[in-house]
């Protein structure tokens, strides 16, 4: 059975820093493009950005680009977000998920297993 657990997420002001984590069980975990998405209310979830099987390449949404960045351990099944300068338009819920890949896709519908979300709020 697979299972994406995100967490890291709370309640912070604007221009704080969060490292989002997310831990895996039950894929092989170093064959997985993994992904990291979000959802503000009243709006459709969207690509953040996604790292390679073995981290050495990611893709970012432009806007995150620079203030973004995915990374991952294989060794411990685990993959971050660290996310800087954090304004409240970053307010959402964070989700990662699993891909076979390898493309890094940016489309939700290729991403086949999915977390349960961590909910990430930045006050003004």
């Known amino acids: 059975q697979v299972q994406l657990v995100e967490s890291g997420g709370g309640l912070v002001q604007t221009g704080d820093s969060l490292r989002l984590s997310c831990a895996a069980s039950g894929l092989t975990f170093s064959r997985n493009v993994m992904g990291w998405f979000r959802q503000a209310p009243g709006k459709e979830r969207e690509f953040v950005a996604a790292?390679?099987?073995?981290?050495?390449?990611?893709r970012y949404v432009d806007s995150m680009k620079g203030r973004f960045t995915i990374s991952r351990d294989n060794a411990k099944d685990t993959v971050y977000l660290q996310m800087n300068s954090l304004n409240p338009e970053d307010t959402a819920v964070y989700y990662c998920a699993a891909s076979l890949g390898p493309p890094l896709y940016s489309n939700r519908d290729y991403y086949r297993y999915w977390g349960q979300g961590t909910q990430v709020t930045v006050s003004s």
């Open positions: 790292i390679s099987w073995s981290g050495s390449s990611a």
